[in-house]
């Protein structure tokens, strides 16, 4: 091929290649309020439209998500805080590999908490940050029907991805700081592998159970 | 690591303390497991078959009833709090309720609107400044702190439903409410088993948290601005931030509710 046709042609295949790999990008800009409200809303509106997750299919919950919701966490972040000083302490493969028990525990209690909507209502409360915060608490409520609300509150930080969540709080405790003392006691126990080893194995347990129907 | 060891085996009886706020954690354990097994034999199955067996509007009813009656206790902790605008809700809440509702089984108030809050007398110290101490896993009444066990005859005395006569009508009063009690965080508990590697260690930070967060009312601390900084620190000193997590599955109180 004469090498003007080549040169042309190359640059194309690099336009093209660069913009489908740049398109999938989540919306980078949006603010973190905004995020999760949009989240939040998606979820809660499937999980009330859909018949099955209602009946209480494990996996189409877990598919929910994995799709709607894991994309927006920053679980390495949310391990590694959880893991406090140990987790220098870790090699990057137990670190991978913590990072993936970690998150797969919480996608099964989370989907667990999701099964259990019915005709809760979520309310925002104003965010308390300067436009130039890059870590931000986004505080919200669930409505229930019986009892007080139920405080549910986010920790988010924005990475080069856009804002990601790294904690949880419900019901005034945060997420990471509760597992905190379990991660250190286990550690201390048996290493980070010990640690490692519980994980999978009560995600194993998980797997295999499946959710409760409710009432 | 070697040192550490080392200074672990000089000091006799050394273990790794889980949590500085519980120093008391041998004893925890012990009524911890205690408590667990009552509520495997005896509570926990009487309130699945409870939330299972009765109708809705019957659990609603019952758990309303005496709901209403810790309103009057609420309102008066909100105004020793100087939360006036919230004392005068709870009041309103029991005077609407124990008339309109029916001696409180219909929840009219908070229908009209009227939010209702859970104060009692151990987050009446603590807005007053008082620190809540180490954590104490009370017989049969669940998660507690050496503040909050103290403030506990407070509430004892403060609850109407102590009063009532013949003492059967009473004393089945208490078992219906703490089986309510326990049915109503039946599904939060089992799944908290599924989350928790360690119950103890989850329920007790889950708890601290929590109560913490209940002092302040969704603060965690009693500086409402404190900068941000704060509360990202994972270092260890003084967990300043004890909220309690999940509804505890805990044993039930058998007099007070304590969430």
Not at chain 1, 89 to 98: D, F, I
Not at chain 1, 183 to 201: H, M, Q, R, T, W
Not at chain 2, 131 to 150: E, K, Q, V, W
Request: charged residues 25%; glycine residues 6%.
């Amino acid at each position: 091929m004469k090498p003007i046709a080549q040169l042309i042609a190359t640059a194309a295949t690099l336009v093209f290649a660069t913009s489908v790999i740049a398109a999938p990008a989540p919306a980078s800009n949006e603010a973190p309020d905004v995020l999760v409200k949009r989240i939040s809303a998606d979820v809660i509106d499937t999980v009330k439209a859909d018949k099955d997750i209602q009946a209480g299919n494990r996996n189409r919950i877990m598919d929910l998500v994995n799709s709607k919701i894991l994309p927006y966490v920053d679980a390495e972040k949310m391990t590694a805080q959880a893991a406090g000083r140990f987790w220098r302490q870790a090699t990057p493969e137990q670190q991978k590999r913590l990072t993936e028990e970690f998150r797969t525990l919480l996608v099964y209690t989370y989907s667990g908490a999701l099964s259990q909507i019915k005709n809760e209502t979520v309310e925002f409360k104003p965010m308390r940050s300067e436009p130039a915060d890059t870590d931000v608490e986004v505080r919200s409520q669930v409505n229930v029907t019986r009892g007080e609300p139920i405080t549910l509150n986010y920790r988010l930080a924005k990475a080069n991805g856009g804002w990601k969540i790294y904690d949880i709080n419900v019901l005034g405790a945060w997420l990471v700081e509760t597992y905190k003392g379990t991660f250190a006691a286990e550690i201390n126990k048996s290493g980070v592998d010990g640690l490692i080893a519980k994980l999978a194995d009560r995600n194993r347990q998980l797997a295999s159970k499946p959710l409760k129907a409710p009432k | 690591m070697t040192l550490a060891a080392a200074a672990c085996a000089l000091s006799a009886g050394c273990a790794t303390p889980s949590n500085p706020q519980d120093p008391l954690e041998k004893f925890n354990r012990a009524t911890f497991a205690f408590n667990d097994t009552v509520d495997r034999v005896a509570l926990k199955p009487a309130a699945t078959a409870y939330k299972k067996v009765l109708p809705g509007f019957v659990q609603t009813g019952v758990s309303n009833f005496f709901g209403n009656l810790s309103d009057a206790w609420s309102s008066a902790n909100n105004l020793m709090q100087g939360k006036g605008a919230d004392g005068a809700t709870d009041f309103m809440r029991f005077a609407m309720n124990s008339t309109l509702g029916i001696a409180g089984i219909l929840d009219i108030a908070s229908e009209a609107g009227l939010q209702k809050h859970n104060e009692d007398f151990g987050q009446t110290l603590g807005v007053w400044g008082v620190p809540s101490g180490p954590y104490l896993m009370l017989p049969l009444l669940g998660p507690s702190t050496i503040r909050d066990t103290a403030a506990l005859p407070a509430d004892l005395w403060a609850d109407p439903w102590a009063y009532t006569t013949p003492v059967h009508v009473r004393n089945i009063g208490i078992g219906v409410r703490a089986v309510d009690q326990r049915a109503s965080v039946l599904d939060a508990s089992n799944l908290m088993e599924e989350a928790a590697l360690d119950r103890y260690e989850f329920i007790r930070d889950g708890y601290l948290q929590r109560r913490q967060s209940r002092v302040f009312d969704g603060e965690s601390g009693p500086d409402k601005d404190a900068p941000k900084g704060e509360s990202k620190d994972e270092a260890k000193p003084a967990p300043a931030s004890n909220t309690q997590v999940v509804p505890e599955p805990a044993t039930p109180a058998t007099e007070t509710q304590r969430k």
